[in-house]
Nanobody, 129 residues
Framework: QVQLVESGGGLVQPGGSLRLSCAAS????????IGWFRQAPGKEREGVSC??????????DYADSVKGRFTISRDNAKNTVYLQMSALKPEDTAVYYC????????????????????WGQGTPVTVSP
């Protein structure tokens, strides 16, 4: 079965850290662009980070709001993508989703979602004292 399963969310205090996991089954992750998105209550879903390998080079992308605090990585042996989140703020509170873009995609289209073809179910993150 082709699917993405997120885990690792939870309650954390401001300034704390969490590591989210996105485990893939039914396909090989490193062939695809994989993105992390988040959706806060009452807000649109927004792109957070992306990892994609093309022609032997791995590219990373981050939203301005998380640059320097979040790090995306991939473990090919575990077929899993991670999002390490540090210096968390209350405004990082959201449900976090990972997503797979088509094998032809060279980046994660955070706005138009072009070539986006598979979502995970999401994992909630709450940053609160």
């Amino acid at each position: 079965q082709v699917q993405l399963v997120e885990s690792g969310g939870g309650l954390v205090q401001p300034g704390g850290s969490l590591r989210l996991s996105c485990a893939a089954s039914g396909f090989t992750l490193d062939y695809y662009a994989i993105g992390w998105f988040r959706q806060a209550p009452g807000k649109e879903r927004e792109g957070v980070s992306c990892i994609v390998t093309r022609e032997g080079r791995t590219n990373y992308d981050y939203a301005d709001s998380v640059k320097g605090r979040f790090t995306i990585s991939r473990d090919n042996a575990k077929n899993t993508v991670y999002l390490q989140m540090s210096a968390l703020k209350p405004e990082d509170t959201a449900v976090y989703y990972c997503a797979r873009f088509s094998i032809v995609a060279t980046e994660c289209d955070f706005i138009g979602h072009r070539y986006l073809e598979l979502w995970g179910q999401g994992t909630p993150v709450t940053v609160s004292p």
